[in-house]
């Protein structure tokens, strides 16, 4: 069974402060990895999807990097925002046969101090 | 440009009533999928769709059934209320242009529903 873990939980940096979220999962048999911003009180907006077969994504100032050997993803955030805080999660996608299900890590809450 | 959108926002429900929860979405997608998000637990996939007809179990899916008799629509229905059903439900629609899996989830802004 897959999991996703994210550390840390919470991260409090200044604006202006490039800073890097680490997602890990156990099963290296994904078809892509996905990142995710929730706002409170809001559902989720999909940031990057990084595919099985690359290695990193970039959008703006976000740039996800996907090691499927190593069952690690990070999203690097450059010139931090009070804006982008936020929840962000990040999530593994698995298709086997009919099955085809994401599975989440819990979150890392994040806070720019203006 | 709705995307996902979810009805109700909120509910309060007593323990044994029943209830369903509606998602629809405007983007033609097949794929459609119900997740519950608990404290500290990210989000777990109750149910899904491939297509209009079709369900399939996800990770969660006891105490809960679905429907999706038109493709726009993904229904999630509560039997019997209980405590433990506490949570914010969120739906999510994707398409299925090359694999599936390859695309976005899209999501709706979720239901609160507390049972008491």
């Known amino acids: 069974k897959q999991e996703v873990t994210q550390i840390p939980a919470a991260l409090s940096v200044p604006e202006g402060e490039n800073l890097v979220l680490n997602c890990s999962f156990t099963?290296?048999?994904?078809?892509?990895l996905q990142w995710f911003r929730q706002d409170p009180g809001k559902g989720l907006t999909s940031l990057l999807l990084?595919?099985?077969?690359?290695r990193e994504q970039t959008s703006g100032r976000l740039n996800a990097s996907l090691d499927k050997s190593s069952g690690r993803s990070t999203l690097y955030i450059a010139a931090s925002q009070p804006g982008d805080s936020a929840t962000y999660l990040c999530?593994?996608?698995?298709?086997?046969?009919?099955?085809?299900?994401?599975?989440f890590g819990s979150g890392t809450q994040l806070t720019v101090l203006p | 440009n709705a995307g996902v959108t979810q009805t109700p926002k909120f509910r309060v429900l007593k323990t044994g009533q029943s209830m369903t929860l509606l998602c629809a979405q405007d983007?033609?997608?097949?794929?459609m999928y119900w997740y519950r998000q608990d404290p500290g637990m990210g989000l777990r996939l109750i149910h899904y769709?491939?297509?209009?007809?079709?369900?399939a179990k996800g990770e969660v899916p006891d105490g809960y059934n679905v429907s999706r008799l038109k493709k726009q629509n993904f229904l999630l229905g509560l039997e019997s209320a209980a405590p433990s059903q506490t949570s914010v439900y969120f739906c999510?629609?994707?398409?299925?242009?090359?694999?599936?899996?390859?695309?976005?989830?899209?999501f709706g802004d979720g239901t609160r529903l507390s049972i008491l």
């Open positions: 999510a629609s994707s398409s299925t242009t090359g694999r599936h899996g390859n695309q976005p989830q899209h």
């Open positions: 769709s491939v297509g209009e007809g079709t369900t």
């Open positions: 099963d290296s048999a994904i078809y892509n």
């Open positions: 983007m033609n997608h097949e794929y």
């Open positions: 990084i595919q099985s077969s690359q």
């Open positions: 999530a593994g996608f698995v298709s086997s046969g009919s099955a085809r299900q994401l599975t």
